[in-house]
């Protein structure tokens, strides 16, 4: 599987942000699609995940009732509506793909949010 993301970008705080993912090969063998985040000077860490094909999504604390997630299986596509953006949101963004076995990443994509 093999994941592009994109959207990121330079903001102001409270603004809102939408990235993307673009997901090929294969992708009938993804059970769960997220995203994580690295800021700088900090370890990667979790932001949001769904299940593929059904199922309800998970949020980390930080950015819940912020942050949704959402895919469009006939696209293959990842979706993560980013609202009221907040300096401590600013990181490179990674979506990615699990398939049961393994994890699979995208190249990240970076959120500048300026206070």
């Known amino acids: 599987v093999q994941l592009q993301a994109s959207g990121g970008g330079l903001v102001q705080a409270g603004d809102s942000l939408r990235l993307s993912c673009a997901a090929s090969g294969r992708t009938t063998s993804v059970a769960v699609v997220g995203w994580f985040r690295q800021a700088p000077g900090k370890e990667r860490e979790f932001v949001a995940a769904i299940p593929w094909t059904d199922g309800s999504a998970t949020y980390a604390d930080s950015v819940k009732g912020r942050f949704t997630i959402s895919r469009d299986i006939a696209k293959s596509a990842l979706y993560l509506q980013m609202n009221s953006l907040k300096p401590e949101d600013t990181a490179v963004y990674y979506c990615?793909?699990?398939?049961?076995?393994?994890?699979?990443w995208g190249q990240g994509t970076l959120v500048t949010v300026s206070s």
């Open positions: 990615t793909a699990q398939d049961g076995s393994r994890t699979y």
